[in-house]
């Protein structure tokens, strides 16, 4: 069983930057799509931004466009989320999720493995 090790949360003042980790047990290239996802108490599990395996083609969510940049390192099975810029509202817990097939889609049912997440605090 594959899993998703997600690291680099954290707690930072507005305005400042946080890289996420996420390594995966086996090859990521064995999956369609990697992405981020996040999640406060109440509230539904929002897709950040995923990646393609493929092609490497990306998308965001719009709240986090421009300040946030998803990659990924096929040789460390590792994928990236850097995050910039960060203000209060991108509090949360986020996952690492992997998806076996097709296409990347920011509905979080499709996606086949999660990480257990990591906590990222915004301060004002």
């Known amino acids: 069983q594959v899993e998703l090790v997600e690291s680099g949360g954290g707690s930072v003042q507005a305005g400042g930057s946080l890289r996420l980790s996420c390594a995966a047990s086996e090859y990521i290239s064995k999956y369609s799509c990697m992405a981020w996802f996040r999640q406060t108490p109440g509230k539904k599990r929002d897709m950040v931004a995923t990646?393609?395996?493929?092609?490497?083609?990306?998308s965001y969510a719009d709240s986090v466009q421009g300040r946030f940049t998803i990659s990924l390192d096929a040789a460390k099975n590792t994928v990236f989320l850097q995050m910039n810029d960060l203000i209060p509202d991108d509090t949360a817990m986020y996952s690492c999720?992997?998806?076996?097939?097709?296409?990347?889609?920011?509905?979080?049912?499709?996606?086949?493995?999660w990480g257990q997440g990591t906590q990222v605090t915004v301060s004002s």
């Open positions: 999720a992997a998806k076996t097939q097709r296409y990347c889609t920011t509905r979080p049912y499709m996606y086949d493995i």
């Open positions: 990646v393609e395996t493929g092609d490497s083609s990306t």
